[in-house]
């Protein structure tokens, strides 16, 4: 009887290292490195976009990156520079509007990524919100919130976007579908 319970926990350890082993080698070696840079990444895309640089921005999608957004879809980091620069345009004419107020700002939060790695290719799905303050008294609001969908590819050593699309909740043609983004 002793040796079927050594035999049957021997195996239940095993099983269950197995399955950590299996668990753990999933992420690959370099997991920890890759997601930590991804993260600064995704944090500096941010940055770029409430900040409002055009150049900056768009240096962080590669060559070829393609762009769905509210303003449709932009390819290229040419025509991402211009397109950002069209929505800065409207903030600075937005915030002329109201002559005598502070600047109105948003900040966007990004949360909950969700990666997939292999080798210079990464898949992440993230929910964003947007917090505002373009109103009279510049009280600051939710002003939209949804999720992620990027395509990375490593560039020369650096992760960089390739696709970004943008779903918002607050616009039907933007909505997420009935489908879990994340796997």
Do not use: C
């Not at 060559?63 to 211009?82: K, S």
């Not at 345009?89 to 790695?117: C, E, K, W, Y």
């Not at 993230?126 to 609001?141: K, L, M």
Request: glycine share 8%; charged share 25%; proline share 3%.
């Amino acid at each position: 009887m002793k040796n079927r319970i050594a035999w049957a926990f021997l195996g239940g350890v095993l099983v269950a290292g197995a399955v950590f082993a299996a668990a753990s080698t999933r992420y690959g070696q370099n997991y920890a490195r890759d997601r930590a840079e991804i993260d600064d990444l995704l944090s500096r895309y941010l940055f770029a976009l409430d900040w409002q640089e055009p150049e900056q921005y768009a240096s962080l999608f590669t060559e070829d990156g393609v762009l769905v957004w509210l303003g449709g879809t932009v390819n290229g980091r040419d025509a991402i520079v211009a397109e950002m620069i069209k929505a800065r345009a409207a903030d600075v004419q937005a915030n002329a509007a109201t002559p005598g107020q502070r600047p109105f700002r948003r900040r966007h939060f990004a949360s909950n990524f969700v990666l997939r790695i292999d080798g210079n290719r990464a898949t992440v799905r993230t929910y964003w919100f947007e917090f505002n303050n373009d109103n009279a008294e510049r009280r600051p609001y939710l002003g939209a919130y949804g999720h992620l969908e990027d395509e990375l590819r490593r560039v020369n050593g650096q992760w960089l976007i390739a696709r970004h699309q943008v779903f918002n909740e607050q616009r039907e043609q933007m909505a997420a579908g009935p489908a879990n983004p994340a796997w």
